[in-house]
């Protein structure tokens, strides 16, 4: 298999179509990347856009979709529930293939670069391309949001690996790095009550002492009337989806709520299907062998 990366940025716009297209038509226009998908939440106010190619080609997509963003989205003007700090809040290179975590590693501190010198806006390398121990899960060094770096930019500790030692006006700061699949799942309750979202999302993430390897916080989505538990699970074959909604149906039986409905946000494993569906239907040794379009495919 070619040596090839995966990239998933966030743009911070969920709402404006017009601006959510002309991003992405970057990723389209950039030679020998394929476009494999994107999503927006208009309560998010934020948008998911995956795309494959070989390591420079990503490189170069990432590059365009970034400077498309900053001459298109202003965040003085953004609100969502989403936790933002960047126009692009986000980059992550996911190595696939023969690509090693290393070489995601290296051009995401030559795009860090490039996006600092080029187009004047402040650059954290995170996960595995941090160079600093605070700057290893995004978000530390998201914390503050676009709002609160004027000063936090400011902090000896929160200098920017790349770009000006002060916030982009308008852009904010930016995220890039090297990191392994990410799972972006999430979780509705049968309540609009954000007390009880926050305890839950409080209950189970990593840093609230839960589950290890995940990220989640409580937010109230209008357009469903629902509260909603939004998660980024780092580590699918460590915690496995199936054991992600027993916990949080055990953690919402004692509010007297139960689960709604789920959301997968971007693209997700086969291996991670394969292993909750293998746990609900008893089946323990269900390969994707098995799977019928899988062995079509591979023949």
């Not at 600093?132 to 949001?145: F, H, M, N, S, V």
Request: hydrophobic share 40%; with cysteine.
């Amino acid at each position: 298999m070619a040596k090839l990366v995966e990239c998933v940025p966030n743009i911070s716009e969920g709402r404006n179509q017009e601006i959510i297209e002309a991003c992405v038509n970057e990723v389209r226009n950039t030679a020998g990347v394929k476009l494999v998908d994107y999503s927006s939440d208009p309560d998010h106010n934020r948008s998911v856009i995956t795309f494959v190619g070989t390591p420079q080609e990503v490189k170069e997509a990432a590059y365009a979709l970034t400077k498309k963003a900053a001459s298109l989205i202003d965040l003085t003007k953004h609100s969502g529930t989403h936790k933002r700090m960047g126009a692009v809040d986000v980059i992550p290179f996911i190595p696939l293939g023969e690509t090693t975590m290393e070489e995601c590693v290296q051009i995401s501190e030559e795009l860090g670069e490039r996006i600092g010198s080029e187009l004047g806006i402040p650059v954290y390398l995170y996960a595995n391309s941090a160079k600093r121990k605070q700057c290893a899960k995004l978000p530390t060094i998201r914390k503050g949001e676009f709002e609160g770096f004027d000063e936090k930019i400011k902090q000896s500790k929160w200098e920017p690996d790349f770009g000006p030692t002060e916030k982009h006006p308008t852009f904010g700061c930016v995220a890039v790095g090297a990191r392994e699949f990410l799972v972006a799942f999430n979780v509705y309750l049968d309540t609009t009550d954000m007390h009880v979202a926050n305890s839950i999302a409080n209950s189970i993430r990593e840093s609230g002492g839960g589950l290890q390897h995940l990220q989640a916080m409580g937010m109230f989505i209008e357009e469903k009337s629902m509260v909603q538990i939004s998660m980024n699970n780092l580590h699918f074959k460590k915690l496995p989806l199936y054991r992600l909604i027993e916990v949080i149906r055990m953690e919402a039986s004692r509010w007297g709520v139960s689960i709604r409905e789920t959301e997968l946000i971007g693209l997700i494993p086969l291996q991670a299907i394969l292993d909750s569906f293998s746990y609900y239907t008893q089946l323990p040794s269900l390969s994707a062998d098995q799977i019928i379009d899988m062995k079509i495919h591979n023949d």
